[in-house]
């Protein structure tokens, strides 16, 4: 996809701020290039959890936390970097090299990213792997397990009209 190209989906920050979660949308550009949906997460000031959800064109989803030593992702189908920059940043970025052909789909990146807001990497996985629903249902499956799924579906609300 070219950078210039708009890209379907939505990129939205999920924050948890005493004991409340809020959301907010992203720049579309987060959809095109992880470093532009990194920055944008790093500029939410919070003492609070700060989750971004990027739901990429009805194919795939990355997940992002970033912390003051860097940023744990999840992207939920590697071979989707043979189609989509932000997917190939994204295994870039944890040092993956890209797949050879896309016959078989597998996530990288850290499965236990929300383990501490009560999602751990095996319901993660199965979740995943759940290659039948779109990512948006994938994220809400997430939103719903770490307790945030009334905020998510707002969120849906306002993106998918």
Do not use: H, N
């Not at 989509?84 to 990213?113: K, N, Q, S, T």
């Amino acid at each position: 996809m070219s950078e210039q190209e708009p890209v379907a989906g939505f990129a939205v920050a999920v924050v948890r701020e005493e004991g409340r979660w809020r959301w907010q949308s992203l720049d579309d550009s987060a959809l095109r290039e992880l470093d532009a949906a990194i920055t944008e997460l790093r500029k939410i000031r919070t003492s609070g959890a700060v989750l971004g959800m990027l739901a990429v064109d009805d194919e795939f989803f990355i997940l992002l936390r970033p912390s003051p030593g860097g940023v744990s992702l999840l992207l939920s189908d590697a071979t989707a970097a043979l189609d989509y920059d932000v997917a190939a940043d994204a295994l870039d970025l944890l040092r993956v090299e890209p797949p050879e052909d896309d016959d078989e789909m597998w996530p990288e990146g850290a499965l236990d990213i929300v383990a501490d807001l009560g999602l751990p990497a095996p319901e993660m996985q199965v979740i995943v792997d759940e290659v039948d629903l779109y990512p948006d249902e994938q994220l809400q499956m997430i939103a719903q397990r770490c307790g945030f799924d009334g905020e998510f579906g707002k969120v849906l609300d306002t993106v998918l009209q």
